[in-house]
């Protein structure tokens, strides 16, 4: 599985911006994904995770109620929609797949995006 995020940007407090995470590869449809985050000087932090079938949706409280995370699987992607951003939302995201439902340690996925950035101004 190979991954691509983009849709990242600078925006400002309170803005909202939609990320994609767009993947080939057959086992896509049967992996779950997450979005983490990383921000300078900080560890990579879970985000928002997806299983298979997208009937399984689980987030960081931080982002809970602001951020929503989907999946197309015929399209093979994977969004998440950010809401009333913040300041301290800003970070590289990125997309990864794996075979665990409610992972939240990096160490638990196997595929990776290359990241996209996300800036929000005060």
């Known amino acids: 599985v190979q991954l691509q995020a983009s849709g990242g940007g600078l925006v400002q407090a309170g803005g909202s911006l939609t990320l994609s995470c767009v993947a080939s590869g057959r086992t896509f449809s049967r992996n779950a994904v997450a979005w983490f985050r990383q921000a300078p000087g900080k560890e990579r932090e879970f985000v928002a995770g997806i299983n298979w079938s997208g009937d399984m949706i689980y987030y960081v409280d931080s982002v809970k109620g602001r951020f929503t995370i989907s999946r197309d699987n015929p399209e093979g992607t994977v969004y998440l929609r950010m809401n009333s951003l913040k300041p301290e939302d800003t970070a590289v995201y990125y997309c990864?797949?794996?075979?665990?439902?409610?992972?939240?340690?990096?160490?638990?996925?196997?595929?990776w995006g290359q990241g996209t950035q996300v800036t929000v101004s005060s």
């Open positions: 990864a797949a794996g075979q665990y439902n409610y992972a939240v340690l990096p160490s638990k996925y196997n595929y």
